[in-house]
């Protein structure tokens, strides 16, 4: 398995005249068996960046290394792509549909030129592994849509990669078997303490997968850090919002609290001058109730219900503090709720993300 050191890694793509910065120096290390997490919008910059630990790309600036290895360095790639010992998936986990599952797996192999004998062995040691050892005769037409997931991560895991890069895996799966197809790679990836490296604009792949995590955005890493450290503390009001949603809310500072019309949240220990800012709320952290006490939630003013709906099994409500309908937040209810109930917010005062006037973090 691998480290994989990046310094410094500059990709400048050209458009006409326009410089393109796909990475703009960007430096990380994803430590041997870590699988690391990288989080981005479209055109972020995300799969130039796996293309360029692939070897697939030449960085303009900046070297890669694997374990103290250089194996790429500014407008050279030292070390070819099927010399790193990397495995990559990509969006379309798609089998040839004319070769059994067994001959599928034994693909890569056969193209390394790998022995009969040692390719049916290594074949089967990883179909035990992924639990398809009883379909490797049959076609991928003749197979379930998680066994043909499992075929296709057995093609890319049969040559022992020291790395696995993949690619935005899970897109193009139905939401039913997305989660079973990401608790195996994440069974996989820990129990062979694979050095993993997977990018999406999907927090729930990343978050599922990985570790450790890197934002990017413009090219740019605008955070890295552990996974839930960046759920809690994120950089910006952009950053906020691509790793899930969240009530972003323009409000006043005021004697130690966050003023909203009759909704006054205090701010716990954290000294802020009295200023505009803009405060962060994930669903998870409010709630609305008749009851005067949630545990672990603050009771921070009466509110009035605007619109409820119902989305994908949750109930959800508009509400505004009762003295001031410009101002709104978005709840998950337990029930439907009238629109005109007055009823108590409630806050878990400790989570919320406060934002300056520009959306950085306070
Ligand atoms: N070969 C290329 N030539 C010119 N520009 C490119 C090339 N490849 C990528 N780009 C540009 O570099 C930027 C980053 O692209 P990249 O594909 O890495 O983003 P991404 O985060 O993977 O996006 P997506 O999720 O849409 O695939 C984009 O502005 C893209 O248009």
Redesign the pocket.
């Known amino acids: 398995m691998a480290k994989v050191i990046l310094k410094e890694l500059t ?1 400048i ?3 006409g005249k326009a410089l ?4 703009n120096k960007v430096s990380l290390e994803v430590n041997d068996g870590e699988s690391f997490g990288i989080l ?12 360029l630990i692939a070897g697939l ?1 030449v960085p303009t600036d900046g070297y890669i290394y694997f374990d103290n290895v250089m194996v790429s360095a500014p407008n050279k790639v030292i070390i070819d792509p099927a010399d790193r010992g990397i495995a990559m998936v990509f969006q379309n986990w798609a089998l040839y549909p004319n070769m059994t599952i067994f001959d599928n797996i034994a693909f890569p192999l056969r193209n390394q030129k790998v022995p009969k004998a040692e390719i049916s062995k290594k074949v089967n040691e990883v179909a035990e592994i992924l639990n398809i050892k009883n379909v490797l005769d049959h076609y991928p037409r003749e197979v379930s849509g998680g066994q043909m997931q499992r075929a296709a991560l057995a093609r890319a895991l049969v040559k022992n990669p020291k790395l696995l890069l993949l ?2 895996p899970f897109s193009n799966l139905d939401a039913q078997i997305r989660d079973s197809a990401r608790a195996l790679v994440k069974k996989i990836q820990k129990e062979l303490k694979l050095t993993t490296i997977i ?3 999907d927090p729930a792949d990343i978050f599922s997968i990985a570790e450790q995590v890197g934002v ?1 955005f ?2 740019i890493l605008v955070q890295k850090g552990n996974a839930s450290e960046i759920y809690d503390n994120p950089v910006n009001v952009t950053v906020s919002r691509l790793l899930g949603d969240i009530n972003i809310i323009k409000a006043e500072i005021n004697n130690n609290a966050i003023n909203l019309g009759n909704i006054i949240i205090p701010i716990n220990n954290r000294k802020i001058e009295k200023q505009v800012v803009y405060i962060g709320i994930r669903p998870e952290d409010i709630r609305i109730s008749d009851s005067n006490e949630i545990p672990e939630f603050v009771n921070v003013g009466k509110v009035k219900v605007k619109v409820t709906s119902y989305v994908a099994g949750i109930f959800k409500a508009v509400v505004s503090p009762i003295n001031d309908e410009s101002i709104e937040f978005d709840v998950n209810t337990e029930r439907h709720i009238k629109a005109g109930t007055e009823m108590n917010l409630f806050v878990r005062t400790n989570k919320i993300k406060i934002f300056d006037e520009k959306g950085n973090k306070i």
Do not use: Q, W
């Open positions: 990709k793509f050209k458009k393109i910065y796909a990475a981005g919008p479209s055109g972020g910059g995300k799969t130039t960046l796996l293309r790309e690619d935005e990018v999406s604009h990017i413009n090219g």
